[in-house]
Structure formats: structure tokens, C-alpha cells
């Protein structure tokens, strides 16, 4: 069985549609399991006060999800951390 990680960022409301409640510590990690993959989606809960956890997220992540709902300083400072951690245009087939 594969697993796929994703970081969401930006507005993190859609994390409940994609997937189960699990884990929750600076991180909140959602997952689903299909009959082949098992997939999970982490939300830095403590971002903006804890950068830490950002990091963490984006470095555990194969996959970003860009949720914008708006344009703030706190979105630039995730779209960085994302550049940071060498993220490129990475797309899963499953979201084309």
C-alpha cells in the first residue's frame, strides 16, 4: 500500500471534506484510505505564531494544496516556506 502527504496551505476549512480527523498537536494530520493508497493531509494548526510548524508540514509533504481565499503577509509566508523546502510545480494526478 502507498501513501501520499500532502501539506495544505492557506484557508485550511476544506481539510475536514478530504479526510478523517486524526492526530492534532502543532499539527493536524487528516487522512483517507482508498484500497491502494493511503492519503494524508497536514495543516500547521499553530502557524502563525509557531513558523515551526509550517516547516514541519511542508517538509513531511510530497504535495501542496494552495487553498487561497486571500492575499495576505501569512499566505507569502507560506507560499516561501513551500519554496524553501524546494517545492516545484508539483501536481497529483488525482487532483488534475
Known sequence: MKSINFVIVGDYQ???????KGTTTDLSIY??????????WTVPITF?????????AT????YAVRNVTKIDKYLGEQVLALDA???SERIHPAFV
Open 14 to 20: 476544506i481539510t475536514s471534506e478530504l479526510g478523517k
Open 31 to 40: 487522512d483517507r484510505n482508498t484500497q491502494d493508497t493511503i492519503y494524508t
Open 48 to 56: 502563525p505564531d509557531k513558523i515551526q510548524s509550517l516547516m514541519q
Open 59 to 62: 517538509n513531511i509533504a510530497e
Open 85 to 87: 523546502v524546494n517545492f
